[in-house]
């Protein structure tokens, strides 16, 4: 057969595969308008898209085809040849190349995750340092950095969301969507928040990242349960192994501050119910993205239209929680529009009380950049991978930022000592990660389809 057939843009036909989890991808098959009606359908055979190869050929210009059914990977390879600029004699020996592309996709999609996983660690171990830092001039009002986190975002988000609008990359069918699981998220987070503060407010030490490490184990679990995931024994040992390496790395400097007698079970388990709370925020996150590409078409809503929404019903829930809120930060209500005023002249260092805020409005304002954009960056991890994921990568920078908290960091004073236990856990963590990335490649196919199969 003669290899010099070449596509034509006189009709385009696009089909689909859900060969790999989670993903769609679209085929243009090209051939001439006229041959229309010779080009065969798509069927659905046992859970997958198949699609009758096409086979173009030329001889003198004239075109014809050949047909036979190919299923599971080797029915891709077959017609993704079929879809190149160029077509070769179909003897089979078309298919490695085309592996070899669709292996390197593979790749860059996998390397996007990375850089994306470890642009969010990095940003997590800044939003830890920059937090304590925030706390220095702001040191009597953390309520008040806390609240103009949480709407001031909802100001940059929606003006970022506005911008993005107005550029095309937002569109209106992304903005049309259903708002009742925005709303659903804002209320998690809220929630989440509300109990977190008050747990946080009893436990002290270790307490805090060590039962973070739920939070891993709650996503594993609704993501199983809501989403449809199923897990492979490496992906849950390496959970396993991260959240081991946290405790280690934690409890080996923590000393007495995760003693039992210290704390009382409820407090536990309202941090534990907190991180219930976030994971189950997280998911929902990630089901929005899946559940988007049903009213777009395919297309996948932008995070800006996420974070928006999820940030302004937050900031409303929060409004109805302020009474209880400011209670637990030992704030009576009514005295609640004076610390703002206070804080405010604090965080902008003016006033008579600007006495003790030396830093301010610096370091406030680097970490709710630097919060701000750590938040993005997770967001991003889910939408390219999963919650999980974007935990996984959050989670690498609790050993990062301990570490951090060693160097001598202005405005803090002198660094903690490294623990004992610092390498162990993190190596312990290190591995977890690598064992959960890990996965085993797939043998390539070398046998050629044979002409009984191919005319079948």
Not at 95 to 118: I, K, Q, T
Not at 255 to 271: E, K, T, Y
Not at 273 to 288: G, M, N, P, R, W
């Amino acid at each position: 057969m003669s290899a010099c057939c070449r596509s034509s843009p006189d009709l385009t036909l696009l089909y689909e595969d859900r060969l790999r989890r989670h993903r769609r991808r679209t085929v243009a098959v090209h051939a001439p308008a006229a041959h229309r009606s010779r080009l065969p359908a798509a069927d659905a055979v046992g859970g997958l898209l198949v699609l009758e190869a096409v086979w173009l050929r030329c001889s003198e210009h004239k075109w014809g085809r050949r047909r036979g059914h190919v299923r599971d990977r080797a029915f891709t390879e077959v017609r993704l040849n079929a879809v190149g600029e160029r077509i070769g004699d179909f003897d089979g020996q078309g298919l490695p190349m085309v592996a070899e592309a669709e292996e390197e996709e593979e790749r860059r999609r996998r390397a996007g995750v990375v850089a994306a996983a470890v642009m969010t660690a990095v940003l997590g171990t800044g939003n830890r340092v920059f937090y304590k830092l925030a706390l220095v001039p702001l040191k009597r009002y953390p309520f008040f950095l806390a609240q103009l986190a949480t709407f001031g975002y909802v100001v940059v988000y929606f003006s970022i969301l506005y911008g993005r609008y107005h550029a095309g990359i937002v569109t209106d069918e992304m903005l049309s969507l259903p708002k009742i699981p925005f709303m659903v998220v804002g209320l998690l987070e809220a929630l989440g928040a509300a109990s977190g503060m008050a747990a946080g407010a009893v436990l002290s030490g270790a307490w805090i990242p060590i039962l973070s490490q739920t939070f891993l184990v709650w996503q594993l679990l609704l993501s199983f349960l809501f989403l449809g995931r199923r897990y492979s024994a490496n992906q849950v040992l390496g959970c396993v192994l991260v959240s081991l390496g946290v405790i280690i790395t934690v409890a080996s400097g923590s000393g007495s501050g995760i003693s039992l007698q210290n704390v009382g079970i409820f407090w536990i388990l309202l941090m534990i119910s907190s991180f219930f709370l976030q994971a189950a925020d997280t998911v929902l996150k990630e089901k929005i993205f899946l559940d988007s590409t049903k009213w777009l078409k395919g297309g996948s809503v932008d995070l800006f239209v996420v974070n928006s929404f999820g940030s302004a019903f937050q900031a409303m829930f929060i409004c109805l929680l302020l009474p209880f809120l400011s209670k637990l930060w030992g704030i009576p209500f009514s005295m609640l529009p004076t610390y703002i005023k206070d804080g405010g002249a604090c965080f902008l260092n003016i006033g008579k009380l600007a006495s003790g805020c030396e830093g301010a409005p610096m370091l406030p304002l680097l970490f709710v950049v630097v919060n701000m954009a750590f938040n993005i960056s997770m967001l991003h991890v889910v939408k390219v991978s999963s919650a999980v994921a974007s935990c996984l990568a959050s989670t690498f920078s609790v050993p990062l930022s301990i570490y951090a908290f060693t160097l001598p960091l202005p405005f803090i004073g002198a660094p903690s000592p490294l623990p004992a236990g610092f390498m162990l856990g993190a190596a312990v963590l290190v591995a977890g990660l690598l064992i959960y990335t890990w996965t085993p490649s797939p043998a390539r196919p070398t046998t050629k389809l044979s002409p009984e199969t191919r005319l079948r």
